[in-house]
């Protein structure tokens, strides 16, 4: 099985623990393990709690707490991963097969573009446009989306646009879902990193095609812990788990463990106001710097996500753009082109002020010295 590269997971695997600047984070500052046991994590507990394999599937006492967030769903409808991306290759290794088609939604953060092909599936994308608040291309979705795909992918709210699709836009995939017999697969992972706007609504429960996936590592706050879920048909649920036996058999003990205080109703709220806080508190001063460069870049307005993904106006590819930055400035951004997007960069939004600032100002070195910006400063 030949797996090609995943762009841009491989560009921050390189390079996020090694500039002194990573803007290319797409969750909010992460949490400490003092924030959780300020929030009734039991860390002396923790330390007598003998390291063995957890359930597999999680623990029951974490399925029940994820329960509560989708109305409806019993313990056999969910199973937790290590992290929201697992969840996503296991639905995607269930629903697809060789020779099958999905439709995967631009720009993404891409994750399910490797794996599908791999294994001989076919990808049809359909985009969110621009010029329309990101609003899908529905032309686009009706073609991409025909009677021999299996699977359609979408992350809402969306990576990296931070767009939310409208109840009437998710009523209107999930029904071309129902009528051409394929699965949704909705990603939900940024919920709750809202910055105004109420919290998105779920997929959950539209369908019996729908599958959710979501995790700790963008709204909450804690990638660390690598604790992802996936809520979907039991049966369906039951093969992601026969994968899973063969993967990586099952969560961390201690993150599962850990798990069960982020989510619980009450932590949940408090971590998410947690994240609106962060937002909105560097909303203005992202803006600023932004405006600060003229017409350079287009933007629709923040709704949701610890970013900004910007269209810049210069012919330069947007890859030897932050290649420029991380070489000159040990700062790394996200490429359009990693996103399905070319003429786009993603620049994090989600960490302390200071940090951001000096992040945001050596960015603006390399950018100031791009000829659209030189020629525009000599007329
Ligand atoms: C839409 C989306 N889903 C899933 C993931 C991966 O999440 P996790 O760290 O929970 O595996 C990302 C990471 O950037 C993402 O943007």
Known sequence: MKMEVFEMERMQSTWENVVEYDLSESGIRAVSLRELTDLGFDLEEALDTPLGYSQSNGTIELRELLMEQYPGASLENIEVTNGTSEANYLAALV????????????????????PPRSFGARINTFSLDFASAWEPDWEGFERAVSEKTRLVYVSNPNNPTGAVLSRDAMSRIVERCERVGA?????????????????????????????????????YGIPGLRIGWI?????FVDECWSQHDYITIGPNKLSDI?????????????LYDRTRRILQQNLRAMQEWLDGFGEFFT????????????????????????????????????????????????????????????????????????PELVQGRDL
């Open 258 to 270: 850990m798990a069960q205080t982020a989510v619980k109703p009450g932590n949940r709220k408090k």
């Open 299 to 370: 933007y629709n307005p923040h709704v949701a996500g610890a970013f900004y993904f910007v269209k810049y106006s210069s012919g330069i590819p947007s890859l030897e753009l932050v290649q420029n930055i991380l070489r000159r400035q040990s700062t790394l951004i996200v490429p359009g082109s990693h996103l399905g997007m070319e003429g786009f960069l993603r620049i994090w939004m989600g960490g302390d002020p200071e940090y951001l600032q000096e992040g945001w100002r050596r960015i603006g070195i390399e950018i100031e010295q791009l």
């Open 183 to 219: 699965y949704l697969l909705a990603d939900e992972v940024y919920m709750g990193a809202e910055r105004e706007q109420e919290q998105t609504p779920s997929f959950w429960g539209m369908s019996d095609r729908v599958i959710v996936t979501s995790g700790l590592s963008k709204a």
């Open 95 to 114: 629903a697809l097969q060789g020779g099958d088609d999905m439709a995967l939604e631009v720009p993404n953060f891409m994750q399910l573009w490797g």
């Open 231 to 235: 809520v979907g048909p039991k049966e």
